[in-house]
């Protein structure tokens, strides 16, 4: 399991860093094993739809620009990008192993802000949609009995920064498959999400990437996460395999805590780093061990569930 839901950064509270340890290790042993007890989460309604608060998000959203700090971003490629007709070619790594990238403007972590210092547990991208509000990611980083009500997403992340702003959802969409009992096949979420006092689509501000259905095997891949030790995204590249009709697998070490959720990215533009996302870290095991990740297979039910999160 790819997924940490406490402790926080070292740029987050170097202040602390003797009890930003100790607490790292205790929530990466919770990290197998669900939420912790006293993890703020609500009931959304039976088809799994969430919609949230204002107040939780404002909330969420000044418990993390607290403890974040704003620079003026680089240029992002924004919704009226020209993609070029060359894509990277995405050669395998060698080793075949997670390495240290560099930020996208579209991918970034999943922060938890309702148990004390903001911490980043997961990771998720911004996905194309009509109206340019919509990330994707793992369902189980939103949902382990009942809608986490404290997230915050701050794409580009890197060491402190959150250059693009911090963005809380306004509503979360998951498959009641997941919710009735962590069905592996179903394991996507889709958010989307605001900014407060600001009302510019996160897709204007960061780019997206598309939304890849029915992908291949045997294609070349690039996925990118977020420890959750670390204020810097990692990555790695190899092609993609199946694991039976409903798994998505992807072969490569050092993909530790905080990757759930993580793109697993198609035909990226090396102009703007941005791609096709055709799985996100989850699925079987929720993410996969130390060697494999999975990513439920993007079919008709993910197709069916983009639809619903981004009607109305």
Not at 128 to 136: A, C, N, T
Not at 293 to 298: A, N, T, W
């Amino acid at each position: 399991m790819r997924l940490k839901v406490s402790g926080a950064g070292p740029a987050v509270i170097a202040a602390v860093i003797a009890t930003v340890l100790v607490l790292g290790g205790i929530a990466l042993a919770l990290g197998g094993h669900g939420l912790a007890p006293d993890s703020p989460v609500a009931d959304g309604d039976a088809a799994g739809h969430y919609a949230q608060p204002r107040e939780q998000g404002d909330a969420s959203a000044k418990a993390l620009l607290a403890a974040v700090r704003s620079e003026p971003a680089p240029a992002a490629p924004g919704t009226r990008a020209v993609r070029s007709d060359r894509t990277d070619p995405l050669p395998a790594s060698e080793p075949l192993e997670a390495s240290g990238a560099e930020p996208s403007p579209a991918v970034g972590p999943l922060f938890y802000t309702g148990q004390g210092t903001p911490g980043h547990g997961c990771t998720a991208s911004v996905v194309h949609s009509p109206k340019g509000d919509l990330v994707i990611t793992a369902a189980h980083c939103v949902h382990q009995d009942g809608f986490r009500t404290d997230i915050a997403f701050a794409p580009g992340f890197h060491d402190g920064v959150a250059p693009y702003g911090v963005w809380v959802p306004t509503s979360i969409d998951i498959d009641p498959e997941w919710a009735e009992d962590r069905d592996p096949d179903h394991d996507v979420a889709f958010l989307r999400v605001r900014r407060v006092g600001d009302s510019t689509p996160v897709e204007q501000v960061t780019g997206a990437e598309k939304l890849g259905l029915k992908p291949a095997a045997g294609t070349a891949a690039r996925l990118i996460g977020y420890p959750a030790e670390t204020d810097a995204p990692v990555a790695c590249q190899n092609t993609t395999a199946l694991r039976g009709e409903t798994q998505l697998r992807f072969d490569c070490r050092g993909l530790p805590n905080g990757t759930s959720g993580g793109p697993v990215l198609t035909d990226v533009d090396p102009s703007t780093g941005l791609g096709t996302v055709v799985g996100v870290v989850g699925g079987y095991q929720e993410g996969g061990d130390d060697d494999t990740s999975y990513s439920s297979y993007f079919g008709d039910g993910v197709a069916a569930l983009y639809q619903r999160a981004t009607a109305g």
